[in-house]
């Protein structure tokens, strides 16, 4: 018996022993916590779902990825998230080309140009994105956008899409030529230089200022998206909705601090990845469901769908073309990314 129990005690000291050494470290990952600010207020639908990039993150890193969400101008104002995502004062930032296109003339490009992201061969809010997402990430733009954004210190990690842009909310009615004329617009990028270049006066001033703007009668319309309708209330100060002038799409992007971005290990930059692409995926679901809405509201008499006549589409049509080959004179990006989307969109 006591032969027994010294075997035994010998036994189960050696199974002590080894334990630790097979047993997996209890001790924690590293922690991810970082923060992004969208570009644009509380109530605006992009940056509403931008707590699925963070879900996502949080999930698809089990749980050690933490990404705070802020809204403009929580942190900085709409004009200055470029920036302090360069700087590092934010990680990342959610926002659009348009906004940094002193800096990137391509950005405009990227944005939108004048009816670039007409896609008429297909039907459906979705299935018109993903021609779009193919674009960029197999048609080539992609590879034109990331080195234009990388010299200024950012990483350009992926796009969402806005529905269709400009989606312009007006006090008044806007059909005719003489509607236009002088009509003030809240209005940025290149949508400026369009409907300045149509007989508005564009004024640009942040989108969290345009609510009370046009209440005022600061602005006569304003151009955003969708949810300037179903987040922003828009529809009790500027009921009208302006058909006729949009694409059927407008493109934002998730840019990362370079330096931070450069420093993650590979699984973390798949989490960003992925994340990114959720949102995207997201978006494109929430934006569909909102155009529904903007319809349902039509039809309860809330919003006045009013279709801009065929002088100032002829005219619309004129000046966007112009731009086109205005901006491809900016730098070799610019020419570039222009003729990729000629190419694409079949446009001599």
Known sequence: MRKFLFTLFAVLL????????????????????????????????????????????????????????????EIVGMFDVHEAVKAGTLDMGMSQGGLWAGVIPVGDIEFGLPYGYRIPEKKGHKDTATVVRDFFFKGGFLDILRPEYAKQGVYYLDIHSYGPVPFIVARKSIKTLSDIKGLKIRTDSLWMVWQNAIGMTGVDIPGDEAYTALKMGTVDAHVWDVSAYTGMNMHEVAPYWIRGMESDHAIGHIVVNMKLWNGLPDDMKKVLAGAAEDYWNAMSDNYGRDLQAVQDMVKAGKVKEVQLDANVIKLCEREAYKIWDDVAKKDEASAKAVALIKKWRGVK
């Open 14 to 73: 050696v199974v002590a022993l080894l334990l630790p050494a097979c047993a997996p470290s209890a001790a924690p990952g590293k922690a991810y916590n970082f923060k992004i600010q969208c570009a644009y207020p509380r109530g605006d639908l992009s940056m509403e779902t931008l707590k699925v990039f963070a879900d996502s993150a949080a999930k698809r890193s089990g749980g050690t990825m933490k990404i705070e969400v802020f809204a403009a101008p």
